[in-house]
């Protein structure tokens, strides 16, 4: 609350206030270090008579500059003012905040001073009175509660307007109006309307008026001559009826809509045959785009059967094996028998046997360079420099001890992997690594110098490099696990799979039954109808490389895609992330929904995406529709499903949603999961919007 102080020409009289006033401070003229604040406070000063003032001071102003206020105020030199608070000399260079006073409250100091010469004096203006910085206001809540507020007053340097007033005539004292920041009380409404649209609005009316309007002419007469040079002779022609006039309009008429029909019948032709253009050559473009899409994917998974990386690219080469070993094995059951096919058979056997020990030799191949971009990735990761967004957007990089630490680590790792380096080079780097490695005495550390050592004898002694490579090779290895051990390297405890307290290992541990492992709960995908963790992933993988041999490449591609459609919608979708790969969403393509699209029945896995049925409800295998991505496009523009399908169609989704919902309830809390999304409130479906939305899908149905 603040109150605006209006000063007036003639006599100020005392204001009165309905509120209880308490203490009542008169400071004088103050400089702008006390001007209105949001950090002021109230500054009770108690004087040596044991008089107390009051004044306003910023709470994050030093005391250096309330003495210079004071000096001027009471007419004493600064050096010898002392303040001091609870019996302690204040500082110069220490503010209110750090004594605990906050803006809008009171602290107390004691002011003294040092010169008997000089006595402090309570603050007092020029005039009889000013309104004061400070008041002290008690009021009562509602409940009834007193309450004390602290109200500091606004002090306006400019002229303030007049607003009129009012002369005591007998004791010829003026009073002044005078305004203030107090909001005016709100009369009630007392039910009657004031304001209507008819009293607001004009109405406006034209007629058309004849008037009268006289002229005249002149003709010859006496003594008038008006010459005829220019006169025209009119001869009348044939009399037009109105019946006639009104046909020959009529005709006229007739002729104009024919040339506009004609005009018209031309634009509509023209605007149909640029559709036709158009949309053939949309189609022209999607088909090659398709096919352009097609060859690109077949290109890459050919060259990822030729150049294997990944595990995935081994996962389609033993697919491709198996689908060829299942041809061949067809072929020669339909074609031989008895000991030819027993011979074709085995011969078949020994192919496959060199194809796998093929694919064996370069996915060991592919594994040595996996496991060095592992390591390289390891050491980038744990030497990078702290980076954050600053306010300004900008990003901003801190090295660390830790980091430079894991950056001295990676330089020497990278060293001692080098070839081609002279002998002096060599035995720099191991003296190098030797110094590092020997500040910290431990088994591992002593082994890499006793490893450095002979090294380094074998190199004064002449031996060749090739018979050191496995010698380097140790080293590289004890050395590289060096670096990942916390103690030695602290940035690699946030990289390293097995966590550091042992605590944290007794939790989320299972026990793989195949190969005997006890191994976290992230390396046991669960399906919606496990009951135990069963085969960790690993085993899974060795599994399936012997037995089925089967390729999920397409469907990791649908669910990324159906997991990236889910979160554009943004509405907090949880169930498509609860979907495994091999179990949950194989199971609903190919046992749900055959494998091939609801309405066109295209069966290429690449080409179909799962999208929602009910677009206003999250996802969930209850809930969704396989379609092309074209059909898709279209189905997501639907508004009202049981206008745009048949009846016939709605019956057999619901039945496959019924299905799914079997199926996949079984999944510990994914049905609680499922809430819906009120739909857009005041958008109306029109019958043209769901007729031309039903026309697009007949129209994809018909074109696959």
């Known amino acids: 609350m603040r109150y605006a102080e209006q000063p007036t020409n003639a006599e100020e009289s005392q204001p009165i206030a309905s509120q209880e006033i308490s203490e009542p401070v008169v400071p004088s003229e103050q400089p702008e270090i006390s001007s209105f604040s949001k950090a002021n406070c109230s500054v009770k000063l108690v004087l040596v008579t044991n008089e107390t003032t009051t004044t306003a001071f910023a709470v994050d102003k030093p005391m250096g500059q309330l003495k210079d206020f004071l000096s ?20 110069d260079e220490l503010t209110l905040a750090q004594l605990g006073a906050t803006p809008a409250g009171t602290i107390e100091l004691s002011l003294y001073s040092t010169n008997a010469d000089f006595v402090t004096k309570r603050l007092q203006s020029k005039s009889d009175y000013v309104m004061p910085d400070v008041i002290n206001v008690t009021v009562k809540d509602i409940e009834g509660n007193v309450k004390t507020i602290n109200i500091e007053i606004e002090r306006v340097g400019a002229k303030k307007p007049y607003l009129g007033g009012f002369l005591n005539k007998q004791s010829n004292t003026e009073f002044l109006n005078a305004s203030c920041q107090t909001n005016t009380k709100l009369r009630p409404w007392d039910g009657k309307s004031r304001f209507c ?36 002779l009119m001869t009348p022609g044939k009399y037009e009826t109105a019946d006639e006039f009104l046909a020959k309009r009529e005709d006229a008429t007739v002729v104009i809509q024919s040339y506009f029909r004609r005009w018209a019948s031309k634009n509509f032709v023209e605007g149909l045959r640029v559709d036709r253009d158009t949309r053939l050559e949309w189609e022209r473009e999607e088909e090659i785009r398709k096919q352009k899409e097609k060859e690109d994917r077949i290109k890459k998974e050919f060259d ?82 702290k980076k954050w967004r600053g306010v300004d957007g900008k990003m901003t990089e801190m090295d660390t001890p830790y980091t430079l630490r894991a950056l001295q680590l990676k330089d020497i790792y990278s060293s001692i992997n080098m070839k081609y380096l002279t002998q002096d080079e060599r035995l720099d780097i191991l003296l190098t690594l030797k110094h590092t490695v020997k500040e910290h005495d431990c088994k591992l550390s002593q082994e890499i110098v006793e490893l450095i050592d002979r090294e380094a004898d074998l190199l004064m002694r002449g031996v060749k490099e090739d018979n050191l490579e496995g010698l380097r090779k140790r080293i590289s290895t004890l050395f590289l696990q060096y670096c990942k051990t916390p103690a030695f390297n602290p940035e690699a405890a946030r ?75 943004g509405d907090g979708s949880r169930i498509a992330l609860l979907l495994q790969l091999e179990q949950d969403l194989q199971y609903l ?45 279209a189905h997501e523009r639907v508004e009202n499903l049981d206008q745009a399908y048949r009846d016939v169609f709605l019956n057999r989704i619901r039945q496959k949603h019924s299905l799914a919902r079997n199926y996949f309830s079984r999944l510990s809390g994914m049905a609680e999961k499922v809430r819906p999304v009120q739909p857009k409130r005041g958008k109306r479906v029109l019958p043209e ?14 074109a696959s």
């Open 72 to 91: 001027a105020a009471m007419a004493i030199p600064k050096e010898f003012l002392e303040l001091q608070y609870s019996g302690q000399i204040l500082d």
């Open 197 to 232: 649209r008819d009293t607001q609005t004009v109405e406006e009316k034209q007629e058309l008026q004849q008037t009268n309007y006289n002229t005249s002419t002149q003709m010859t007469g006496i003594g008038v001559y008006v010459s005829n040079m220019t006169d025209k």
């Open 304 to 385: 990822r059967r030729m150049n294997p990386k990944s595990k995935e690219d081994f996962d389609l080469l033993f697919h491709a094996l198996e689908k060829w070993r299942i041809e061949e094995t067809a072929e020669i059951n339909d074609n031989l028998s008895g000991a030819q096919r027993k011979a074709a058979l085995s011969m078949l056997l020994e192919q496959e046997t060199q194809l796998i020990a093929a694919i064996n030799r370069h996915k060991n191949d592919s594994d040595k360079v996996n496991k060095e971009k592992a390591i390289k990735s390891f050491l980038d990761k744990a030497s990078a420099p």
């Open 495 to 569: 990289l390293i799979k097995v966590p550091q307290d042992p605590t944290i290992l007794r939790k989320g541990v299972y026990h793989c039954p195949s190969c005997g492992l006890y191994l976290p709960s992230t390396e046991f995908p669960l399906s919606s109808n496990s009951a135990s963790p069963g085969k960790c992933r690993n085993c899974r993988k060795v599994d399936n490389d012997a037995r089925t041999r089967q390729d999920y490449s397409h469907y990791v591609y649908m669910l990324r895609q159906l997991r990236l459609s889910e979160e554009k919608v």
């Open 589 to 633: 393509v190919e046992n749900i929904w055959g494998g091939q699209s609801a309405l066109s029945q295209w069966d290429d896995l690449y080409d179909l995406v799962l999208v929602r049925w009910n677009k206003y409800y999250e996802w969930s295998p209850w809930n969704c529709i396989l379609l092309t991505k074209e059909e898709a496009g």
């Open 689 to 702: 919007d769901q007729a031309e939305a039903r026309k697009e899908l007949t129209e994809l149905f018909v």
